[in-house]
């Protein structure tokens, strides 16, 4: 019994995928050349314009003949084919040589020469022996086969007798060749007899003008004068045979050849030819037949050549080949231009690869632009896309198609052919030939023969257009991982099994503060490192990741301490580790990737002191915060918002009618009023200032600051900001508005001057009336225009000017001031300044010495203002700043979240890319096993097949077009199950051996007996054809094997790119929940394998809105826990689903569940349950965030044995 060949181990755990690729492909067509000879040979056969054959050189026997045989030999196809040379041949041949010796002998000629033609004698069915000119042709890649051409001589050797033989064989002869045979009497007729050529030309014998002129005209120019010359030198006697080949034109003014050939058999007394004997012959069939069989060894050399340079050529110097192709098929085909172009059937775009224009060209102008759209229903584009070779001339396109024609016209050409290249059945591309002659007037017909071998050099050319193009994506996806390891911002390093390191990227070198060659003078425990723990204890050896790798043989996540450098400077790491195991199971080398935690570590303990500030900052503020879900009406305060309100958490029913009715009656309407202003969208800033009553029974002022947050379409979704008890700036400003009452009283019935000057023109701006009593003036107009220096004498002007150009304020100032009328009189001053539309003014007070209670009132009112007012902005400027901190604070720990879950995909994906490159290699080494039993296997099929029956052997072709579709694999109780059916199968149809039969059947997949494979199964040789097709089974199941590897990989590397990917952009953007989710599942795969079941439950839900580097975190952290929770066994259900406006995420696992008294806690920031330096307690407090940034909701249910949480996002689709 054949048995598939066992996996083998290698050393070498690499591989290299392209040139796998490359040997697959090279066995793929040996195993094609070498099984499908039966299609070849007929082709072969199908275009030879002669009776051939395809002969075994061992033994004789015909493998296969075309119709043309069946006549010259008087035998049926099954007779023949039955045959072998030496029974066709008579035992001696007429030089009396013995007919197997000379027939051996001429064998191995054919195989040292390639080629050799001889005369041989025949015997037809009826036992008449005939003469024969044999041509042996040896065929590529079929040692054992030879081409043989016979053709027949009898008619040659007729005429050689006539010209050659003895006047008494005239009669006979001349019955036989009557038709051709002329006999010419040179004196009575100077020119030679045609009236055979009557007949050969079209003309009635009226018709042809019988003079030496006419003849002249009517040989082509090119062989007139050949011709002549050997008539006289035959007529002279310097030649004894006139002998000529020569064309002719006819009456319809085509050419035919004629062959002519004559001997002079009488003369004159004078010596001269009187009589002349020959015959003429229309020889224009085996002419072009000649020509036809040049023309197609030409072409196959070409596409053999073609074939040979691109499958063995490396990608990179494929296109250049490709090119010097399209020259070569131009040139053979002698036509004006070739271009080869490449669809894009999703784009509906053609793009212009290469265009070869001959320089005899009319027209250079190129074809189609380098790219150009496609219209598939266009009358050419169709019958390419339908993968029709087209051969069309200008005149035969339809009149519907006026933008061929068009084309065509542009450059010129009256004639194309259109070859469409295929790939798995699918079209393309196109290669283009075109002449700027009609269909008559090119050379080559493009009949089945041409057409075949283009069809064969456009699939040669897909083939390499492929194979390059994958090697190019292989390439790319290998730079893109070597890109990955080099440019990550985290550092990845990978140490030997001693503990050695032996790989650092840069950003290895950059945090851990050494060169690479450095490194490698380290180990993981080197003393150099001054490890500690993430609390600044000792790090205990069982703690290092290195040794819990190495010990367990399974990865390790977000280990954490703390190293030293020489400068005494501490940096915080996290570490993700994975090993590398061989086939064994043995581990090769450890992956660790190596993340700076320090700043975020510091951020988690900046955050912790930020928000016990904000909070200490909100209690001494007596502020609040609260958030307004405008779709669900719900209302959150924060617990000092219900503190302000005089109520517990508990007491406030969470709706926006429980608010409205604590504000005050008289305030309601212009809350109201405010709240829809800003909801409708004419302002989203909303700010207001009302009452309510407390619930101590008084009345509060409260000022309400806050936002309206709208989705991409504008609806307003959410309300947040800030509510602030301004009670006691309420009284304070009543008090103040109280006391600017009076400072008006004041300022107009006071009897202190009162003037507001300008510090910078002393220009006087504004005066009290006390002011105009006081210096005399009648009205304000007579003030207008004078300057203040006026007022004063030249010292206390001075005192005065000093204070305005510093801006500096001053009371208790003694001044000496002139009235109008010159008259000085003493007054104490103050000056102030203040700001009035972004300009000081300063106000100047002159009072006389019973007004200075007065004014040392105002000072302290005034004095009182300014320390409250400022004390207000100082709370406020410290509010902001604590506000900024935070949110900078919340970013920065995002960022090292998602770096620290980046390090977990990186160190566990190092398994799942290694496990397919170990089936590339096992598979590849089963393939040159195969190849090795190919080769021992094939002389054997070939010979069993060239004597079966026809009807067996198309049996065994379809059964092996079955073997190469690959099936599932049985294995266990469902292969005996399989194997007892089977022999029950065979028993009912009589087979003396259906054990054997079942066994192999079933080796190859098959469930049941095909049909088609009964007949060769009943041959003696069944089971040698069983050993050779369990082979090529074998086969293609490695080939799709390397192809699932390969598509693994590339898997593996588009979700590590995407899931790597940093996006800081604020905006949203479409993306799926359920692409995202995959993304994680991918890079998870390793974990999930080892014994979690995941099911999946996604319903048709549209890309939403969102910001998918952040949901990714969401995802990864929500499965992560779920994998940690149940110790990684377990269960884990998906579900996507959308419920009213929202699209729910629903993740459940079979954990052991979250005790109801923590459950509460979990999203709070710096709650955890893992051990310490194990979790940082932020996972679910920045999901919860992120959620939240989304306008999103997050539920958790749990008992023992189930735990769900549920992600609910706004539905807000793309347009």
């Not at 099954?78 to 030089?95: I, V």
């Not at 000119?133 to 890649?141: Q, Y």
Request: glycine share 6%; proline share 4%.
């Amino acid at each position: 019994m054949n048995r598939s060949p066992k996996k083998e181990k290698t050393k070498d755990a690499s591989v290299d995928l392209r040139d796998a690729k490359r040997r697959i492909k090279a066995l793929e067509k040996q195993l094609k050349d070498q099984t499908g000879n039966g299609s070849f040979f007929e082709e072969l056969l199908d275009y030879s314009p002669y009776p051939t054959a395809i002969i075994d050189s061992s033994s004789g026997k015909f493998m296969e003949i075309n119709p043309a045989m069946l006549p010259l030999f008087g035998y049926s196809r099954k007779e023949l084919l039955k045959k072998t040379m030496m029974e066709l041949s008579p035992a001696l041949q007429p030089d009396r040589q013995n007919s197997l010796e000379l027939l051996r002998s001429k064998f191995e000629a054919c195989k040292k020469n390639k080629e050799v033609s001889f005369n041989w004698e025949y015997l037809n069915s009826t036992g008449g022996a005939f003469p024969c000119k044999v041509r042996f042709s040896r065929l590529k890649n079929f040692e054992s086969m030879l081409s043989v051409q016979i053709e027949d001589i009898r008619r040659r050797k007729a005429i050689d007798s006539l010209l050659h033989g003895t006047h008494e064989r005239f009669d006979l002869l001349i019955k036989n060749l009557s038709e051709d045979v002329w006999l010419w009497d040179i004196a009575s007729n100077p020119i030679l007899p045609g009236e055979k050529l009557d007949d050969i030309l079209g003309y009635s014998p009226k018709e042809l003008i019988r003079n030496l002129e006419f003849w002249k005209v009517l040989i082509h120019p090119d062989d007139a004068r050949k011709t002549l010359t050997l008539l006289q030198q035959t007529l002279s006697g310097k030649k004894d045979l006139f002998d000529a080949d020569y064309r002719m034109r006819g009456k319809d003014g085509t050419y035919k050849w004629i062959i002519t050939r004559g001997q002079v058999i009488e003369k004159n007394r004078a010596g001269e030819a009187a009589k002349m004997l020959g015959f003429h012959a229309d020889i224009s069939k085996q002419k072009k037949a000649e020509e036809s069989d040049r023309i197609k060894r030409n072409l196959e050399a070409l596409t053999t050549s073609i074939s040979t340079e691109l499958i063995n050529l490396p990608s990179h110097e494929i296109g250049e080949a490709i090119r010097n192709t399209m020259d070569k098929i131009c040139k053979f085909f002698q036509m004006d231009r070739v271009n080869l172009v490449l669809y894009d059937l999703e784009r509906l775009k053609r793009t212009l690869f290469y265009e070869y224009i001959s320089p005899k060209a009319k027209n250079k102008s190129p074809s189609w632009p380098e790219l150009s759209d496609i219209n598939p229903e266009s009358f050419l584009t169709k019958n390419l896309l339908y993968n029709k070779i087209i051969t069309l001339d200008i005149l035969e396109i339809p009149d519907t198609s006026i933008d061929l024609k068009t084309l065509l016209d542009r450059v010129g050409i009256k004639f194309l052919v259109g070859i469409p290249l295929t790939l798995a059945g699918t079209v393309v591309g196109a290669i283009g030939l075109n002449a700027e002659r009609h269909r008559n007037e090119v050379r080559h017909r493009f009949e089945e023969f041409e057409i075949f071998h283009l069809r064969t050099i456009g699939e040669v050319i897909s083939n390499a257009l492929e194979r390059k193009k994958k090697e190019e994506e292989l390439h790319s996806e290998r730079d893109l991982l070597a890109g990955i390891m080099d440019t990550s911002v985290a550092a990845i390093t990978v140490l030997t099994p001693d503990g050695r390191i032996s790989y650092a990227n840069s950003s290895a070198e950059r945090i851990l503060g050494l060169s690479a060659e450095d490194l490698k003078e380290r180990t993981y425990n080197s003393p150099e490192w001054k490890s500690s723990s993430i609390d600044g204890g000792p790090w205990q050896p069982e703690d290092q990741p290195f040794l819990r790798v190495i010990n367990s043989g399974e990865p390790v996540f977000d280990v954490r301490h703390a190293i030293e450098d020489d400068r005494g400077v501490k940096k915080y790491l996290s570490i993700n580790g994975s090993p590398i195991k061989n086939d064994l199971g043995e581990i090769t080398s450890l992956v660790f990737l190596v993340t700076d935690i320090t700043d975020s570590l510091l951020a988690e303990r900046a955050l912790k002191e930020s928000e016990e500030r904000l909070r200490l900052a909100l209690n001494a503020a007596n502020m609040g915060t609260w958030s307004w879900n405008l779709e669900e009406d719900s209302l959150h305060w924060s617990a000092n918002t219900a503190h302000l309100f005089g109520i517990s958490l508990e007491e406030f029913g969470g709706k926006s009618e429980h608010f409205f009715g604590l504000i005050h009656p008289d305030d309601m309407e212009k809350v109201q009023f405010t709240v829809e202003q800003s909801i409708s969208g004419k302002s989203d800033d909303f700010h207001i200032e009302h009452r309510i009553f407390h619930k101590d029974g008084t009345v509060h002022w409260m000022e309400g600051k806050g936002r309206v947050y709208r989705d991409i379409d504008g609806n307003p979704i959410r309300m947040a900001g800030t509510i602030t008890d301004i009670t006691d700036r309420k009284n304070a400003e009543n008090e103040l508005k109280a006391s600017q009452l009076r400072f008006q009283a004041f300022y107009r019935f006071a009897n202190e001057a009162i003037l507001f000057l300008n510090p910078r023109t002393e220009r006087i701006l504004d005066t009290n009336p006390a002011f105009l009593n006081i210096f005399g003036f009648v009205n304000e107009k007579e003030i207008q225009g004078i300057p203040a220096k006026s007022l004063f004498t030249v010292e206390s002007w001075a005192t005065v000017h000093t204070r305005l150009r510093s801006f500096e304020s001053a009371d208790n100032l003694e001044l000496r001031t002139i009235r109008v009328d010159g008259t000085i009189f003493p007054a104490i001053g103050s000056i102030h300044f203040y700001n009035e539309k972004d300009s000081y003014i300063a106000a100047v007070s002159l009072l006389d010495t019973s007004a200075i209670q007065e004014i040392e009132e105002l000072k302290m009112i005034n004095n009182e203002i300014s320390v409250r007012n400022k004390l207000i902005e100082m709370q406020k400027n410290e509010l902001e700043e604590t506000l900024e901190d935070l949110k900078r604070t919340q970013a920065q720990l995002i960022q090292s979240e998602k770096m620290a879950a980046l390090g977990q995909l990186i160190a566990g994906i190092a398994h799942e890319i290694n496990n397919p490159i170990g089936a590339v290699q096992a598979s590849n080494q089963n393939l040159q096993e195969c190849l090795l039993r190919f080769q021992t296997l094939l002389p054997e099929v070939q010979s069993i097949i060239a004597q079966m029956p026809h009807d067996e052997v198309e049996s065994f072709r379809h059964f092996l077009n079955q073997v190469r579709q690959i099936r599932e694999h049985l294995a266990g109780i469902e292969e005996r199950r399989v194997k007892k059916e089977l022999i029950i199968e065979f028993e009912a149809l009589g087979f003396q051996s259906p054990y054997m039969f079942a066994d192999s059947l079933a080796d190859m997949g098959f469930r049941t007996i095909p049909k088609e494979a009964i007949p060769f199964l009943k041959s003696s040789k069944a089971t040698t054809l069983l050993e050779y097709s369990s082979i090529e089974s074998f086969f293609f199941t490695n080939t799709n094997t390397i192809q699932i590897a390969v598509d693994r990989v590339s898997k593996i590397l588009y979700a590590l790119k995407n899931f790597s990917h940093f996006d800081t952009a604020s905006t949203k953007i479409p993306a799926s929940l359920q692409d995202s989710i995959e993304t994680v599942l991918t890079i998870y795969q390793n974990q999930l394998k080892k014994g979690i079941q995941v099911t999946k439950e996604y319903n048709d839900i549209p890309k939403i809105l969102c910001y998918p580097d952040d949901l990714l975190h969401v995802w990864t952290n929500l499965i992560y826990n779920s994998l940690q929770a149940m110790d990684f066994r377990g269960r884990i259900r998906i579900r996507t689903y959308t419920q009213n406006e929202e699209v729910a995420v629903e993740i459940n696992d079979s954990g052991p569940g979250i005790p109801e008294s923590i459950r509460g806690k979990i999203f709070q920031p710096f709650f955890t349950t893992k051990p310490p330096g194990e979790g940082s307690g932020l996972g679910l407090d920045i999901v919860h965030k992120i959620i939240v940034k989304h306008g999103g909701r997050i539920e958790v249910e749990s008992v023992p044995g189930s735990t769900t949480f549920r992600v609910f996002l706004p539905l807000l689709p793309a347009e």
